[in-house]
């Protein structure tokens, strides 16, 4: 059982940083691909950014490239996603995701524990 709990949402201006962390439980952290998803007010939830476990794989969802960076302190059983120039579309509630298995990083089903999410509004 992993228990995920975010933090660092806020309100930020348009072309402004955030940063969301994202804190687990358990002592196997390590072994599970991370991911963080949003869901913006009437739409579904979308894939933003994945890090897996071990060294060498994240992956990105096209609308934040070059804008969001993922990253993962295992020692502190943390994973943080950095936001850079915030849009509008931004806005909307972030959760962070673990899975230990071998299914698809970027689908939101491949995911067996989920925080409760964290609120990031942009202002234009």
């Known amino acids: 059982q992993v228990q995920l709990v975010e933090s660092g949402g806020g309100l930020v201006q348009a072309g402004g940083s955030l940063t969301l962390s994202c804190a687990a439980s358990g002592r196997t952290f390590s072994s599970y691909t991370m991911g963080w998803f949003r869901q913006a007010p009437g739409k579904e939830r979308d894939f933003v950014a994945a890090i897996s476990g071990g060294p060498g794989n994240i992956w990105y969802a096209d609308s934040v490239k070059g804008r969001f960076t993922i990253s993962r302190d295992n020692a502190k059983n943390t994973v943080y996603l950095q936001m850079n120039s915030l849009k509008s579309e931004d806005m909307a509630v972030y959760s962070c995701?673990?899975?230990?298995?071998?299914?698809?990083?970027?689908?939101?089903?491949?995911?067996?524990?989920w925080g409760q999410g964290t609120q990031v509004t942009v202002s234009s």
């Open positions: 995701a673990a899975k230990d298995n071998y299914k698809s990083a970027v689908r939101l089903d491949s995911y067996n524990y």
